[in-house]
């Protein structure tokens, strides 16, 4: 399969392109394929033939007659090849090994601790990874590839961590993917997470809204946007820059060294050190700060809800500007209380600029914690199509 999809050769063009077709549109009829590419019957019939043939696809019962004899319809074979999706986050990093159709058949989630380390990491990682190609008698040629989606910035080229600000443990200024899963004989690609999070919610959830703005609101904040179901990218990749848009000019020192960014505001880093200093406490994490929230402690019930407030004038911005059709939030307060969404759309339309065009739509991220990993699974696979 990976030979397949990695030959680019101009005699492999139609092949491939059909294959994405049944691939997206599957199970499809021939009929139906011949809407999406201007094919001799003949040819096509001796294209899927050949896809048949090699495994990729098969038949998949009869479609809808239009009077004459019924249509076979076609759809990928998911276990044809497989792929490997991680998420190398600042907390909670994961593994996912997805089928043709990223389901996910495994995971595997590290929590990441002040002695998680590049070393650490990888040496869990390609455990994981070997293990699973064991298990799975997974093939080098059904191994079709590995997606990564990382905490930024990123050479995205590379494939290498620069500067991640946010690890707890030491080592991660200078990391380079491919060199750390050089043994794997598989195609690497990697990108922010944020942007591999956008990708999942668009591909599994809402393909109509092709314009999407993904905030991850966690530990730091991260935005991935999508324009016309792309990725906004340039070279680094840095998508961690959405939390430095100010949101009070002269306001609080960031961690980047300016005034007023959002991320010294509505980040859990922001809060946490505001609810420690308010309480005369130190040293908590930030589960214990969220289940304070959920035990209805007033302090940090006000913290986090001004850090909605903020997070939504920074969204508003960022809507002014891209104008959205879709806006997803994603983040432990998003998911683990009762308000924290709520507020910040409050806020974000209260400070949208909208007398000529409606509101985005605001949802949370239907993907939840799996979003990263099962995009970075995703963006490998799209990245065989040079789109
Ligand atoms: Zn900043």
Known sequence: MKEFLTDDSRKNELPKKIYKLIHRFGPITKIDLAQHIQLKPTTMTRLIDELLQAGYIREAGIGPSSGGRPPILYEVIETAAWIIGIDLSRNVSRIVLTDMQFNMVDQHVMLMTNRHTPDIVFDEITGVIRKWLQIYSISDDALLGIGVGAVGPILRTEGKIVGAESFLASGWEQVSIPARLSEFPAVLSVDNGANSAAIAEHYFYDELYSNLIYYINGYGIRGGVLHDGKV????????????????????????????????????????????????????????????????????????????????????????????????VLHGALVYGTSFFFDEV?????????SNDVSFPTFKEGSLREQAIALGSAIQLFQSFFNE
Not at 288 to 315: D, M, P, R, T, W
Not at 345 to 353: E, G, L, N, V
């Open 345 to 353: 759309i409050q806020s974000a339309k209260a400070h949208i600029y």
């Open 232 to 327: 906004i990218s340039h070279r680094q990749g840095d998508t961690s820059a959405l939390g430095h848009i100010i949101v009070q000019a002269n306001g609080k020192v960031c961690v980047c060294g300016k005034s007023g960014c959002l991320s010294a505001y509505a980040t859990l880093a922001a809060m946490l050190e505001e609810f420690e200093a308010a309480s005369d406490r130190s040293g908590l994490s930030a589960e214990q700060f969220i289940e304070e929230i959920s035990a209805g402690n007033e302090i940090a019930v006000s913290i986090a809800k001004q850090g909605a407030f903020y997070l939504g004038i920074g969204l508003a911005n960022m809507v002014n500007t891209l104008r959205p059709e879709m806006v």
